[in-house]
């Protein structure tokens, strides 16, 4: 059971948006922490996508972007394309735990 | 470019030790904290350890606390992780991670190696 909750899939069809919701506690995001989202494709190592929130590494397509309210945070994909079909993760930090922590991690199908 | 490269897998039968490395290029090592996360087959990440830039902080993941041990040289810009009293449930590939501001402890993990993979089987 991870601290941050994601749904373990989502889909939609190519050109289409889809939305991965990280939600948390008063702990870690309602906290005040940041969130960050990382893209893990098949076979490879996790790659950031998002920092500090809704901030885009450099390279980063801005049909990606995130946000945060509360103890959630979203990820939004716009116009999908085959190549975006991953695991993405969510990740803050708790102080409960005095630790960092990740999402369990939702699997995105390109239909 | 920035580069990070684990090494020191293997497999090793429980109860047992390894040392993995990540050796760092690119960029001015002793300026920022690490991270060790773990993969375990067909899970997800799983957040290991924590050191600063000077070594001066470290922080574990109570799942390895008192058997995984961090620490970095910077003079050689690497990063280790000491595991000891291995156990199954080690099992996972093991990825270092840069924090992604100078100085900043809790940050994005901004860049990552490859990952090295250890298997803790009689």
């Known amino acids: 059971q991870s601290v941050l909750t994601q749904p373990p899939s989502v889909s939609g069809a190519p050109g289409q948006r889809v939305t991965i919701s990280c939600t948390g506690s008063s702990s870690n995001i309602g906290a005040g922490y940041d969130v960050h989202w990382y893209q893990q494709l098949p076979g490879t190592a996790p790659k950031l996508l998002i920092y500090g929130n809704s901030n885009r590494p450099s390279g980063v397509p801005d049909r990606f972007s995130g946000s945060k309210s509360g103890t959630s945070a979203s990820l939004a994909i716009t116009g999908l394309q085959a190549e975006d079909e991953a695991e993405y993760y969510c990740q803050s930090y708790d102080s409960s735990l005095s630790g960092w922590v990740f999402g369990g991690g939702t699997k995105l199908t390109v239909l | 470019q920035v580069q990070l490269v684990e090494s020191g897998g293997g497999v090793v039968q429980p109860g047992g030790s390894l040392r993995l490395s990540c050796a760092a290029s690119g960029f001015t090592f002793s300026n920022y904290a690490m991270h060790w996360v773990r993969q375990a087959p067909g899970k997800g990440l799983e957040w290991v350890t924590f050191?600063?830039?000077?070594?001066?902080?470290?922080y574990y993941a109570d799942s390895v606390k008192g058997r995984l041990t961090i620490s970095r040289d910077n003079s050689k810009k690497t990063l280790y992780l000491q595991m000891n009293s291995l156990r199954p449930d080690d099992t996972a590939v093991y990825y270092c991670a840069k924090t992604g501001r100078v100085g900043a402890t809790k940050a994005s993990m901004d860049v990552w190696g490859k990952g090295t993979t250890v298997t803790v089987s009689s």
């Open positions: 050191i600063r830039y000077d070594g001066s902080n470290k």
